[in-house]
């Protein structure tokens, strides 16, 4: 369908007031149409659940960016290499390089400043695609404590600052109860720097991809002790399974830098907004984190 450039403007004028502000794919997806059937790729163990997609009659895996294209079983393999394997073939080459321009740019960064400059060059990951900033950190360096969150949100990418919107704000309510501040004595990043589009989970991929950078920022801003804030910073950081909440409350050890960081696993303020009977779990780990900076005095 061809459309001239008055009723593309109205078009999107009508998303802009239906409030569908954000790209997901690389290209549209009609949803009326019926989908075609793929078949199902192996299960990736630690692949978090893709959000399902429900548009009236139909219920559908929403498509991925980084769901794996799915290989032919090993028979139907010929000795001519099918598109599709050499796609994957391809792609996880593409995707070594990447990691290692990652842990390279990360490496040769020796002062923060460096490393924000870094991961602003960066462009490995999808995700600055869709983003309007890196967040790459608010607060003091150096703090005796930095907390790690997991992704800008929409209020963040906005203003280019971690945790700003509704959970940061109580994020910085719960750590003054126990006398930290960003203004005076706590450093704040994120294990992804741009916002996933529509707040989704960050994919595995993004999350290994960008590790360098964070296990590099918490290298150079050398705090004491790391709060893992909600379970994909728990879960990226520590290299678990595990969900944050068993983990939570648990002192735990970072090696980073050649250095053993002690760090404690937290739930995300944003959970606890949905969950106001979990403040008496984050009080608790309130106090092991205040108990421990006063033990280390
Ligand atoms: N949630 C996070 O994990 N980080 C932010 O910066 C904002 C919301």
């Known amino acids: 369908m061809q459309l001239e450039r008055p009723e593309i403007i109205d078009l999107l004028k009508f998303h802009i007031e239906a409030d569908c502000a954000d790209i997901l794919e690389d290209m549209p997806v009609d949803h009326f149409q019926p989908q075609p059937v793929q078949a199902q790729a192996a299960p990736h163990a630690e692949a978090p659940q893709r959000p399902t997609a429900s548009i009236g009659m139909y219920e559908a895996a929403a ?25 994957e073939v391809s792609a996880t080459v593409a995707r070594n390089d990447t990691d290692a321009q990652a842990e390279q740019l990360a490496q040769n960064a020796k002062t923060l400043d460096e490393l924000a400059t870094a991961l602003a060059s960066f462009d490995g990951c999808g995700l600055k695609k869709t983003a309007k900033s890196t967040v790459f950190s608010d607060g003091i360096t150096p703090s005796r404590v930095m907390i790690v969150g997991e992704a800008p949100g929409q209020d963040e990418d906005r203003t280019g600052k971690p945790f700003v919107g509704r959970s940061g704000q109580l994020l910085d309510a719960m750590m003054s109860a126990i006398g930290l501040s960003r203004a005076e004595n706590m450093y704040i990043a994120n294990v992804i720097a741009w916002r996933p589009p529509g707040n989704r989970a960050p994919s595995l991929d993004e999350l290994d991809m960008c590790k360098p950078f964070i296990r590099r920022q918490i290298e150079l801003a050398a705090p004491e002790i790391v709060v893992l804030v909600g379970g994909t910073s728990a879960k990226t950081l520590l290299e678990t399974q595990t969900g944050i909440t068993r983990l939570r409350g648990k002192w735990q050890t970072l090696n980073i830098g050649g250095r053993e960081i002690p760090a404690l696993p937290f739930l995300h303020p944003a959970y606890v907004l949905r969950r106001p009977e979990t403040k008496i779990d984050v009080w608790e780990d309130l106090c092991a984190l205040k108990q421990k900076l006063d033990a280390t005095t």
């Open 63 to 87: 498509p991925s960016l980084d769901a794996p294209a799915p290989v032919p079983p090993a028979a139907s393999v010929s000795p001519v290499v099918p598109a599709v394997v050499a796609g």
